[in-house]
């Protein structure tokens, strides 16, 4: 059974559990006073607004250059995918899979991931709840590992600064990628994962 169908309301500020009341068109929490609704206002839309904002941007993030090595005056530009290219043409086969694994695999599973579920709530597609759920959790848990690059290449360009003779500069590639992480993060905010347990018929998935 849903709390809805029980008669009560979670805040979404401070998680406290209210009695619902039909007859208030506007319902507010009694501990921090914020506004109570049975499910996130707008929820589906503003998913699906951060969704198209990340997979456009995830172009230019695999496109453009996401560092610049500058050694002895000359300089050499890598995408993420150049990047990992180099780390095992250098016999670095584990760094390059972790790279490959946190910067190409974990967006595209997040960006196709999310899109599924959004789909699959709207169109009531039939597919366990439990299975969308735990996908939803594994997205949402594993978002943060996305910016592994980002964090990589922060050290490097911190690090590695003897002017002329070696500096590491970062690319526009860069800031697409962890504005797309970023993105998605959001998005898996937003998502109401209540909206699954909404859209399914079964009554297995409502135990």
Known sequence: MRAIDAGLLICHECHQLNTRQPESPKQFCTR???????????????????????????????????????????GQSDTIMSGVIELVNYGMLPIAAVVFIASILVPTFKLVGIALLLYSVQRHQPMSARQRILMYRFIEWIGRWSMLDIFVIAILVAVVNFGSLASIEPGYGATAFASVVVLTMLAALTFDPRLIWDNTDSDDDHE
């Open 32 to 74: 921090c006073g914020g506004r109570l609704h049975e499910r996130r206002p707008n929820s589906l839309v503003r998913t699906w607004a951060l969704l198209l904002t990340a997979a456009v941007l995830y172009i230019p993030a695999n496109l453009l250059p996401i560092m610049t090595v500058n050694s002895l005056g000359k």
